[in-house]
């Protein structure tokens, strides 16, 4: 049997702000917008209202180094306002299942990310060029969090 190469991503984020206002915008699938690159022109497909709750299916279209991609998740978690997953179902990479998780510290949120991939060509390719492109995704993300909730840094 062949055995899928993962690869896990951790990163976390301290906001000082109320995981009661900081939740509200990750429940908003449309704010993935906001904290996504220019460079990925990120456009969410999916029209109208989305209705965050476990098995909704969420279609966006970007850019990934000039390539046009079609990227499908489903919410395969929803735990509000502590935690939720979203796992690829269509999209460049063998695996993606993201799990975000808000936990009230210091009187502001403690925001994790926990990524598990698979990328087409394995561990090379992932050092080459996937694991480097997440990394600035979620540098930007960071940068764009505490831009929106008005973190001086």
Same mark, same amino acid.
């Given at each position: ?58 279609? %966006? ?6 390539? =046009? ?10 735990? =509000? =306002? ?10 460049? %990479? ?10 009230? *510290? ?10 598990? %991939?698979?990328? =087409? ?18 540098? %930007?993300?960071?940068?764009?969090? *505490? ?7």
């Amino acid at each position: 049997m062949n055995q899928l190469k993962t690869h896990e991503f951790k990163t976390e984020l301290w906001l000082p702000v109320a995981r009661e206002k900081v939740f509200p915008f990750f429940a908003d699938a449309r704010n993935l917008e906001t904290i996504t690159p220019p460079w990925l022109h990120f456009n969410v497909l999916t029209p109208g209202q989305i209705e965050m709750r476990t098995g909704a299916i969420i279609d %966006y279209q970007l850019r990934i180094h000039g390539l =046009p991609v079609c990227w499908r998740t489903e919410i395969t978690g929803w735990q =509000p =306002p502590f935690s939720f997953c979203d796992e690829q179902r269509r999209g460049p %990479y063998r695996l993606w299942r993201h799990t975000h998780t808000f936990e009230e *510290k210091d009187a502001g949120t403690l925001c994790r990310d926990e990524v598990i %991939y698979a990328v =087409p060509g394995g561990a090379l390719v992932n050092r080459l060029f996937v694991r480097r492109d997440v990394e600035k995704i979620f540098d %930007y993300r960071a940068r764009a969090l *505490k831009q929106h909730f008005g973190i001086k840094n």
